[in-house]
């Protein structure tokens, strides 16, 4: 466990409220956002992250700090995710979800020329220099928009590989796929996202 | 010689480190000689960082406060 995971987890247990508010506000969104991968329904998805918080305070001595704390709060909420969708009769298989994704969606955001090389230049995002934060603040605002309309295993594989920054053992543990599904997923989800963030950042 | 198409069909597997070595080898090569390759994988890096400084909303104040209050509620162990 990393030594401010070891800091914060040590606070936790001592029942320090100022620490366990933090981590809420930290993570709470977050929490909020990969619910939403297993449940479209909003108010499940709330239920769920409640659920998941009280998990937490109550499990907070059994925890084996083996797994980073954000990890560990994340398989708790996949865990109470799936069961609830079951229960909700949406029966999430991200497995299926990335055969039919990978299947279903032949994205090609770019043109090759038949002899495979680019049929345009790549040209730099103009809206990503450092001297222009406000097209900066633009990007973001325009990959943040974009991931909500991912399909739903590609956007729960991006927000847990890209901005969680979950090792993909702990990925694939936590969705029940492959590597092989993990990788395909990652790819078509990041040739979207950057096209997107291409038409913002080189848009006149 | 691998081309354009078939580096950008693998990026993902290079910057993750999954590809074989072998492979990773000729996608490094195509990469030294390929500027539209080279900016293709920076702006997927910086896809990747963007996504990392995107921030999520904090919780509303009545439900953050209702959840200390269930965590000050627990029963202290040592």
């Excluded at chain 1, 029942?15 to 930290?26: N, S, T, Y």
């Excluded at chain 1, 956002?33 to 499940?44: C, E, I, K």
């Excluded at chain 1, 059994?62 to 995710?81: F, M, Q, R």
């Excluded at chain 2, 990747?48 to 162990?77: C, H, M, N």
Aim: proline share 6%; with cysteine; aromatic share 4%.
């Amino acid at each position: 466990m990393a030594g401010e995971d070891a800091a914060v987890l040590a606070r936790l247990r001592a029942g320090d409220q100022a620490a366990f508010r933090e981590l809420v506000r930290a993570r709470h969104g977050a929490l909020l956002r990969l619910a939403g991968t297993f449940l479209r329904n909003r108010a499940s998805a709330e239920e769920v992250v409640q659920d998941t918080w009280l998990a937490v305070i109550t499990g907070l001595h059994s925890y084996s700090g083996e797994a980073p704390l954000a990890a560990w709060i994340n398989g708790i909420l996949a865990n109470k995710a799936k069961t609830r969708a079951v229960r909700d009769g949406r029966m999430v298989n991200f497995s299926a979800l990335a055969q039919a994704e990978a299947a279903d969606d032949p994205f090609e955001p770019e043109r090759f020329l038949a002899d495979g090389h680019w049929a345009n230049p790549i040209r730099p995002w103009a809206a990503m220099t450092p001297e222009r934060e406000a097209g900066d603040r633009e990007m973001l605002a325009v990959v943040a928009a974009a991931l909500e309309t991912l399909p739903p295993a590609q956007r729960a594989v991006v927000l847990l590989r890209d901005v969680e920054g979950m090792d993909s053992a702990s990925i694939c543990a936590t969705l029940e796929i492959t590597e092989a599904n993990l990788r395909v997923l990652l790819h078509r989800a990041r040739t979207r996202l950057r096209a997107v963030a291409n038409s913002a950042g080189n848009a006149p | 010689m691998l081309t354009c198409e078939q580096v950008a069909a693998q990026a993902t597997d290079y910057m993750e480190a999954t590809a074989p070595l072998p492979r990773r080898l000729g996608i490094w090569a195509h990469l030294r000689i390929c500027p539209n390759c080279r900016e293709y994988l920076r702006q997927l890096a910086q896809t990747i960082g963007l996504l990392q400084r995107s921030p999520t909303p904090p919780p509303d104040t009545a439900t953050e406060d209702a959840l200390v209050a269930l965590f000050a509620a627990q029963p202290k162990r040592d």
